[in-house]
């Protein structure tokens, strides 16, 4: 059975830090693209980073810097590291993977964890 997991997620204050983590299972993620997505309450999900299998990441402009998200092959696992939160980024994260294996096109996502920034 294919899961993602999420876990890390927690109530933070200004200028803090949390590592959220990403446990997948019933698929190895060496084939796939890895990105974090979150969506904050009344708005649209939104992309936040994506790595590569050979660790090429891209962010979005308002995390970079600030965001670092790194994969595990080895243990099939997905993390993003946030430093210097802020309310702007109260959010539910959301691990997500894509990948197209022959012609079939796959695209797992978890449940989400949540994070709150208190001003």
């Known amino acids: 059975q294919v899961q993602l997991v999420e876990s890390g997620g927690n109530l933070v204050q200004f200028g803090g830090s949390l590592r959220l983590s990403c446990a997948a299972s019933g698929f190895d993620i060496t084939d796939y693209v890895m990105f974090w997505y979150r969506q904050a309450p009344g708005k649209e999900r939104e992309f936040v980073a994506y790595?590569?299998?050979?660790?090429?990441?891209d962010y979005r402009a308002s995390v970079k810097g600030r965001f670092t998200i790194h994969r595990d092959n080895a243990k099939n696992a997905l993390f993003l590291q946030m430093n210097m939160l802020s309310p702007e980024d109260t959010a539910v994260y959301y691990c997500n993977a894509k990948a197209r294996i022959g012609v079939e096109q796959r695209d797992y996502w978890g449940q989400g964890t949540q994070v709150t920034v208190l001003p």
């Open positions: 790595i590569l299998s050979d660790g090429v990441t």
